[in-house]
């Protein structure tokens, strides 16, 4: 991971204040969408075994190539696209953001964009 990340992640792993699953979120936020998921994609980490405990385990690679025909930093990235084609999609539609709005994923999948949609939201 970059270093910037890294840097957040030690802060946020040393942060007694953070104990919940929405204030780790909140934190990682100010990384942006793509650095955010990263992040999310990564877990559970070694170098993180507190921020492991917040963070929903992603699928393994054999589960996210059944489901999706994808896996790892290829699907990251298509996923991450997708999230932003949403985002953009809310705004043209509605004249607003989807930051602090109530946000469905109504799927049958292992919530690979549900924990996306948690960049835009604590209301998921």
């Known amino acids: 991971m970059q270093q910037h990340i890294n840097q957040k992640l030690v802060a946020m792993e040393q942060d ?12 990682l936020r100010s990384l942006g969408l ?5 992040v999310l994609w990564s877990m559970p980490n070694d170098r993180y075994p507190r921020l492991s405990t917040l963070f929903p385990a992603m699928a393994s690679p054999d589960v996210q190539k059944m489901w999706t025909g994808q896996a790892g ?3 990251l990235s298509q996923s991450v696209s997708f ?7 809310y705004a043209e539609l509605t004249g607003g953001s989807l930051v602090g709005k109530r946000i469905l994923d109504f ?6 964009l549900l924990r996306l949609a948690a960049f835009y939201s604590d209301d998921v």
């Open 16 to 27: 007694a204040r953070i104990t919940t699953r929405g204030a780790a979120y909140s934190r």
């Open 34 to 38: 793509n650095d955010f998921a990263l």
């Open 73 to 75: 930093y290829t699907l």
């Open 83 to 89: 999230m932003r084609s949403a985002s953009a999609n």
């Open 107 to 112: 799927g049958c999948g292992y919530g690979r």
